[in-house]
T-cell receptor
Framework: KAGVTQTPRYLIKTRGQQVTLSCSPI?????VSWYQQTPGQGLQFLFE???????NKGNFPGRFSGRQFSNSRSEMNVSTLELGDSALYLC????????????????FGPGTRLTVL | QKEVEQNSGPLSVPEGAIASLNCTYS??????FFWYRQYSGKSPELIMS????GDKEDGRFTAQLNKASQYVSLLIRDSQPSDSATYLC????????FGQGTELSVKP
């Protein structure tokens, strides 16, 4: 079974631009979560989607948004990029959403490395 | 107080020894706990999940959970150089909350 895929793998943008990252979950997984990883802050939760609905959102500004499509693929968008948005953005999928009694184990994709200049 | 605290590394053990990784969390709501391994430049890889108090063994890995003490640990027996990585503890509370990780180095 194919794992979680993320595109693009690497991205260089300049301040003020916007970016869209894509995530395709493991086949059959309906929950997708997004995380930001930086050396200083570690892994931080951005948001989770299940059945096209945002179930939970982390403590990030409104410039960070996401959506999920009917085939469970997800995208996240960052508008008006800032230097501090440079990070590894990770997507993880699971059978069931967080907090479920089973099937909530999350499997990560390879990530998108975003550099903002 | 941080939501999830892990023992600060780097932790260095000789090959064949037991590596002990500890994690404490601040809430009494979390019911599911996960350990991830992350090699440098790679994404996290799920290695253990534990939901009930007590021990759970999977090969060379044993996870221990004590909800009353808000403590979860990971033991790696017969440590190998290939175990050298950062280990992340993640309680689940509607979302995964990650600790800063413990860097493990296994010396041949």
């Amino acid at each position: 079974k194919a794992g979680v895929t993320q595109t693009p793998r690497y991205l260089i943008k300049t301040r003020g631009q916007q970016v869209t990252l894509s995530c395709s979950p493991i086949s059959g997984h309906r929950s997708v979560s997004w995380y930001q990883q930086t050396p200083g802050q570690g892994l931080q939760f951005l948001f989770e989607y299940f059945s096209e609905t945002q179930r939970n959102k982390g403590n990030f500004p409104g410039r960070f948004s996401g959506r999920q499509f009917s085939n469970s693929r997800s995208e996240m968008n960052v508008s008006t990029l800032e230097l501090g948005d440079s990070a590894l953005y990770l997507c993880a999928s699971s059978l069931s959403p967080s907090g479920s009694s089973g099937g909530s184990e999350q499997f990560f994709g390879p990530g998108t490395r975003l550099t903002v200049l | 107080q941080k939501e999830v605290e892990q023992n600060s590394g780097p932790l260095s053990v000789p090959e064949g020894a037991i590596a002990s990784l500890n994690c404490t969390y601040s809430d009494r709501v979390s019911q599911s706990f996960f350990w991830y391994r992350q090699y440098s430049g790679k994404s996290p890889e799920l290695i253990m999940s534990i939901y009930s108090n007590g021990d759970k063994e999977d090969g060379r890995f044993t996870a221990q959970l004590n909800k009353a003490s808000q403590y979860v640990s990971l033991l790696i027996r017969d440590s190998q150089p290939s175990d050298s990585a950062t280990y992340l503890c993640a309680p689940e509370r509607g979302k995964l909350i990650f600790g800063q990780g413990t860097e493990l180095s296994v010396k041949p």
